[in-house]
């Protein structure tokens, strides 16, 4: 590792940070300015993300690469301790690849109250929020970093959201904060049982053995709740169709793409490799969580009338294959979880991308007002009728590959968890697809299909622009190859999942 290799992730991390203190200093009224300054943050930032995955050795990415270890606050024996493997490249640059296009969308689309000033700087503090979560190997810079994403995200969704915006704000920050609360508690039991470190890779070395199985089961719980939260899984995911619904389309995309996996990443990072014994214990619970998950979101969206919460409710429904991949406690559910967190980013993302894009259109997303968009904006109706497809697991597109293997694991789960139980949780989410047919086909036949309601009949309805080009060609296109050629992204992952599930007899 040489002299940049030393520093990249540290420039993954604060040069969103950096390019937010420089729009600081630039008056408000030179907008043209900060959409420049805020593109070309983000590009660095992604350009950096390039660098690490060229440099990055794939014939190792079991084990952390581009490391750094510094001292950091030293009376509680926290350290900067920053680091990728497998697992977290390609999440980390799931993060800095949405960032980019979520600028160059705002650069024609921003909400009102027009200010692009405060809204872009929020979004760069986000990213460095959300890089940093990933690269982050001790657990008060974990934490750090995973609370950094709260406050941007509770002002965008309260300044610039919908008509219910400040009750859904409010929602937000008091289920996550509720759930760091407990995740904190966590954090500190096993500093104080693990050895007084907060190093994620030395308590995954010594706090199965350390630790008592009684006390792990309850520190498992804290972390449970705090990650959990953040996924949302059922009954915990109520907050998260009142943030999307009324978040405008670029926080929404975020939390979509971005969010929503800082929680699935915590358990697959940290709760399951620092606590086996206990994640064996909790399993069964997450994976019934999981699939009630599924068939509730599923059947959460089949009663939705607005097209934004109706895409919120299937964010429920996939992150419960990602959680039952991960209940499964095996290689290949896990391997499973990690593309399908990575699937549902670009697929979610883009769906929220195109019904933000409607509604400036149409100043609506009631799906019975809306009709006939393949006749008057046919390209944005095609986009739509795209991401469907890809939400609801159609074979060749990514979304296949984060659903199947997912059902498919639960065939045959870890040692120690009962076959009979993740079977019936494999028929309960294998049925779960069928609902996401439904619910997605019926959201694109309301919308695509028909002719305009006479309300809009008459109403010029503008297709693409070129920043919506821009910034979707390239998620479109992402969808396709990983869909086609789902190696590119199990290859990466797949050594670090084992070396996480060692515990577990690398099942």
């Known amino acids: 590792m040489d002299g940049l290799d030393d520093v990249a992730l540290s420039a993954a991390v604060f040069l969103p940070l950096a390019g937010a203190v420089v729009m600081l200093l630039v008056p408000r009224r030179r907008e043209t300015e900060h959409k420049v300054i805020a593109l070309l943050t983000t590009l660095a930032t992604f350009a950096v993300g390039i660098y690490v995955l060229l440099r990055f050795d794939y014939g190792r990415a079991d084990v952390l690469q581009f490391n750094v270890d510094a001292?950091?606050?030293d009376v509680i024996n926290s350290r900067y301790i920053v680091g990728v493997d497998g697992i977290s490249l390609p999440l980390l640059l799931l993060s800095m690849f949405v960032c980019v296009l979520v600028v160059v969308y705002s650069w024609s689309h921003f909400p009102e109250p027009h200010n692009p000033k405060a809204f872009l700087i929020l979004v760069l503090v986000l990213e460095t929020g959300m890089n940093g979560t990933f690269v982050a190997q001790d657990l008060i810079l974990f934490f750090v970093f995973f609370e950094v994403v709260l406050l941007p995200m509770y002002f965008m969704i309260g300044v610039w959201g919908g008509e219910q915006r400040q009750y859904a704000a409010i929602k937000f920050f008091l289920f996550t904060l509720f759930g760091s609360a407990l995740m904190i508690l966590g954090f500190l039991a096993l500093f104080f049982r693990g050895g007084q470190t907060f190093a994620i890779q030395e308590l995954v070395a010594v706090a199965s053995?350390?630790?008592?199985?009684?006390t792990q089961l309850i520190i498992f719980g804290a972390l449970f709740m705090g990650f959990a939260i953040k996924v949302p899984m059922f009954p915990f995911h109520t907050w998260l169709p009142d943030a999307h619904t009324q978040a405008p389309t670029q926080g929404s995309v975020i939390l979509a793409a971005i969010l929503l996996k800082l929680g699935t990443y915590g358990f697959v990072r940290i709760a399951i490799p620092i606590l086996p014994e206990a994640a064996r214990a909790w399993a069964p619970w997450i994976g019934g969580?999981?699939?009630i998950g599924i068939i509730y979101g599923a059947l959460a969206c089949l009663a939705q009338s607005d097209m934004k919460r109706l895409i919120a409710f299937s964010s429920v429904a996939h992150m419960g294959y990602v959680m039952l991949?991960?209940?499964?406690?095996?290689?290949?559910?896990?391997?499973?979880?990690?593309?399908?967190?990575?699937a549902h980013g670009l697929i979610t993302?883009?769906?929220?991308?195109?019904?933000?894009?409607?509604?400036?259109?149409?100043?609506?997303?009631?799906?019975?007002?809306?009709?006939?968009?393949?006749?008057?904006?046919?390209r944005l109706g095609w986009v739509l009728g795209f991401c469907a497809m890809a939400s609801l697991g159609l074979p060749g597109l990514a979304g296949f590959w984060g659903e199947f293997p997912a059902i498919l694991a639960a065939y045959n789960p870890a040692p120690g968890l009962s076959q009979e139980l993740f079977r019936a949780y494999m028929v309960i989410a294998a049925i779960g697809t069928v609902f996401a047919a439904g619910y997605l086909l019926w959201m694109l036949q309301r919308a695509a299909f028909g002719t305009p309601t006479k309300e809009f009949a008459d109403h010029p309805v503008p297709d693409m622009r070129w920043p919506e080009y821009l910034a979707w060609t390239p998620m479109l296109l992402l969808i396709v190859v990983l869909g086609l050629f789902p190696g590119l992204l199990f290859g990466v992952t797949d050594g670090a999942v084992g070396t996480a599930l060692a515990a577990f007899g690398g099942q």
């Open 71 to 73: 001292s950091w606050i």
């Open 209 to 214: 053995d350390t630790i008592p199985r009684s």
């Open 289 to 291: 969580l999981a699939v």
């Open 325 to 342: 991949g991960i209940a499964t406690l095996t290689d290949f559910g896990i391997n499973a979880a990690v593309f399908g967190m990575v």
């Open 349 to 378: 993302g883009m769906l929220f991308f195109v019904a933000g894009s409607v509604k400036d259109r149409l100043h609506t997303l009631e799906l019975s007002r809306l009709g006939g968009l393949l006749l008057q904006a046919p």
